[in-house]
């Protein structure tokens, strides 16, 4: 996917764990999990507004766009058949 999740970044600055993220933002360490991995296909706009309140940052802090990455639609981690 060509968009980046640099939600490790952010917890890195403001020397958080993962763990106090999800019960801040009141999600579960589960889906951080899979959207700090970049797995996710989605995000809701009122899980990036509470992460945005909590890591008091803005979303292109946390998003960004790389032209050209996984242009076939598939990730690092998938095989194409």
């Known amino acids: 996917m060509a968009i980046?999740?640099?939600?490790?970044?952010?917890?890195?600055?403001?020397?958080m764990s993962l763990t106090e993220l999800a019960d801040?933002?009141?999600?579960?360490?589960?889906?951080?999990?899979?959207?700090?991995?970049?797995k996710a296909r989605a995000v809701r706009f009122s899980t990036l507004d509470a992460l945005c309140r909590e890591l008091d940052c803005q979303p292109g802090d946390l998003l960004a766009y790389e032209p050209g990455a996984s242009e076939a639609g598939l990730d690092d981690t998938e095989d194409a058949a």
């Open 4 to 15: 980046r999740v640099n939600l490790d970044r952010m917890l890195l600055e403001r020397r």
């Open 24 to 38: 801040r933002v009141g999600v579960t360490l589960a889906n951080l999990s899979i959207l700090k991995t970049g």
